[in-house]
């Protein structure tokens, strides 16, 4: 009897991590989703990614509290005004200030933490290096890093040989080929969540760089948006 | 006018460490002293931290308290029994059950987010590849694989071209070279805590494997060892 392999899946409860999670899933992995607490500003996608997760049929789905808010520096953790409505050549401008320091690194610390731990060699990660919103550690070049690093950091690869593999199946896909291919897995695009500054009732913005980026994907792969949007304040 | 180059330095505590910060600032840093709360067995060691940086004039020491236990898997955090009594050998055949899963790559990657912020271009971690007990992440491939990672990973790196350098000052010296470089440099040793396994009075175990290099240490250097042993059991 052979078992399923495992993997350790970052999961935020948004678009693009529901979908690399329905990738794995579909590859047979026996997943262990990882969603992080880190004082974010839009906490409701803590909520959506533990019912992502249960709909997916992971194996554990596990809630991480960190400090990002001590080491300050974003919009998204500090009290600092999320950016609306840039256009696209704004949004590739420069970095944005919704920018969180080092946060992939982080992320991807645990998850190695936690696959050595389940002795599971792939780790999953929706990164984009399309619509990635400027963020340099979405970029291929830093994910061959850490995987290269990932390799000399644990009893793991040291001791068994057993090789970790930074999973990112998303990286070269724009925003439509993403839905479309969570469409095709059964992805409930309605339960995932983007904005960076939603509503009290946890209605999208329609305004920020990750809502816009959204809409536009909806649009382009000609599949209905599910997102519900906060009514236009124009 | 010039200000002193900013450095963070992380700070277990222990011997290596604070050797570490007293090196940090002989070559004039304002140093940022970062320790983490890990649930370590331990714990005294986070009262030694904050003493130590205090004596050594730090800028800013801080404490962050991250969720290793949700990973599991170590003697240091779980609940395993320390190894005690080991020789050299025994040490030096495999990579003993106190390695925490990725410890030094989640330390180095919070380390990583606060220099972004602080604008720190030097990190100092005090890994060893001598007495290193064993750990895959102290040794000088895993750092070079970190740095190369790092300068990858950042908006400081990719934007403004502030390259980090992630500094090991101890990384090829023996236990005896790092006592009488902290000796000389005004160390306390006194304030210092290395035991795996300390009694509830806080008394060093004198018998687990980094009480035993601490020991031999002093020794080979021919300084008086200062630390408090537990009494004997045999």
Not at 128 to 143: K, L, M, Q, T
Request: aromatic share 8%; proline share 5%; net charge negative.
């Amino acid at each position: 009897m052979t078992f399923p392999k495992k993997a350790v899946v970052l999961l935020s409860g948004g678009l693009d991590s529901a979908t690399v999670l329905a990738l794995a899933r579909a590859e047979g992995y026996d997943c262990h989703s990882l969603s992080f607490d880190y004082g974010q500003r839009h906490r409701y996608e803590l909520e959506a990614g533990r019912i992502i997760a249960e709909r997916a049929g992971v194996v554990w789905h596990r809630v991480i509290r960190i400090d990002l808010n001590a080491v300050g520096g974003s919009a998204l953790t500090a009290d600092i005004a999320v950016p609306k409505s840039r256009n696209e050549t704004e949004m590739a401008a420069d970095i944005p200030i919704t920018y969180v320091p080092a946060r992939n690194t982080i992320f991807l610390s645990y998850a190695l933490a936690w696959a050595e731990v389940l002795e599971a060699e792939d780790i999953f990660i929706g990164v984009n290096a399309v619509d990635y919103s400027g963020y340099p550690d979405c970029r291929p070049e830093f994910i061959e890093a850490f995987e290269k690093m990932a390799n000399l950091a644990t009893r793991a690869a040291v001791e068994d040989h057993r090789k970790i593999h930074i999973r990112t199946p998303l990286i070269q896909m724009n925003k439509a080929e993403i839905i479309r291919t969570g469409t095709r897995l059964g992805v409930d695009y309605a339960l995932t969540h983007s904005c960076y500054d939603p509503t009290p009732e946890n209605l999208a913005c329609g305004q920020c760089d990750s809502c816009r980026l959204r809409r536009k994907g909806f649009e382009a792969a000609g599949i209905h948006d599910p997102t519900r949007y906060a009514p236009d304040p124009s």
